[in-house]
């Protein structure tokens, strides 16, 4: 599960407070774990280079504990941020719609400046 926007510059942002899954988004989450199985996986959120604007979203199921993450805690759900990623991440939402246009993870981030036209990635 990836979800992509990108973003052109290396400086992070200004903070502006954690990260935040809605509780539709904890909900889906929680139902694809349950899927998986397993009890050790948690949703991890990074930035990574790449897309048209330059910076893209990663949302993927883990098991590894990198040094510096970040963890919250949605419920039954914990989402963990590395380090170099969270400054881009905070204040950011995570929800979930499930549309006829639409089925799939969005991300609000107070932080993008903009975003490619294909919304994939950020800046």
Do not use: W
Not at 14 to 34: F, Q, R
Not at 36 to 61: H, I, K, M, N, T
């Amino acid at each position: 599960m990836t979800t992509e926007t990108s973003n052109s510059t290396t400086e992070a942002p200004a903070s502006t407070g954690p990260i935040v899954l809605t509780e539709v988004a904890a909900a889906k989450v929680a139902a694809l774990l349950a899927q998986e199985g397993r009890d050790d996986l948690y949703l991890r959120v990074a930035v990574q280079p790449g897309g048209c604007s330059g910076l893209r979203y990663q949302l993927y199921f883990d098991d590894r504990d990198q040094e510096g993450d970040i963890s919250h805690q949605f419920g039954t759900v914990k989402v963990v941020v590395d380090k170099m990623s969270d400054p881009y991440l905070m204040g950011a939402s995570i929800d979930f719609v499930d549309t006829i246009e639409k089925q799939g993870f969005t991300i609000d981030n107070p932080n993008a400046g903009g975003s490619c036209a294909c919304g994939d990635s950020f800046n």
